[in-house]
């Protein structure tokens, strides 16, 4: 899909072709399609910003793990998301440049929480 929505709608093809994260093409019938909400998705320097001028970044949750996790919990966790958001995985795909600087702030978003957590999980683990 083309990065203009209105026009991708609006053409007489009844089928919008989708990539799916594994890298599979998806035909959706236009016909099934109830709403469409355009979201604002924070670019980089927009977090960036953010993190440094608040303390907004809650690292527990962007992990999605729970402030008792043990570091074992916590370092899994943020593999997990590391792999499924990491710039790498979605090169070479032809992605549109909203998702890829999407991925690119979670990537980043993710990295930022697991590095304020990081310390502490050392601690953690030399006790």
Do not use: W
């Amino acid at each position: 899909m083309s990065g203009k929505l209105p026009d991708t709608m609006n053409n007489p093809e009844p089928y919008i072709q989708l990539m799916r994260p594994d890298g599979t093409v998806a035909m959706i019938a236009k016909a099934v399609i109830a709403q469409i909400e355009q979201i604002n998705i924070a670019r980089t320097d927009q977090l960036t910003k953010r993190i440094k001028t608040d303390s907004i970044l809650d690292p527990y949750a962007v992990l999605g793990v729970s402030k008792t996790s043990s570091s074992n919990e916590i370092q899994s966790a943020y593999h997990a998301l590391a792999r499924r958001y990491h710039p790498d995985h979605f090169s070479g795909r032809e992605i549109p440049p909203e998702v890829l600087q999407y991925v690119s702030t979670m990537f980043q978003r993710i990295t930022i929480a697991y590095n304020e957590l990081k310390p502490e999980l050392d601690r953690n683990d030399a006790a």
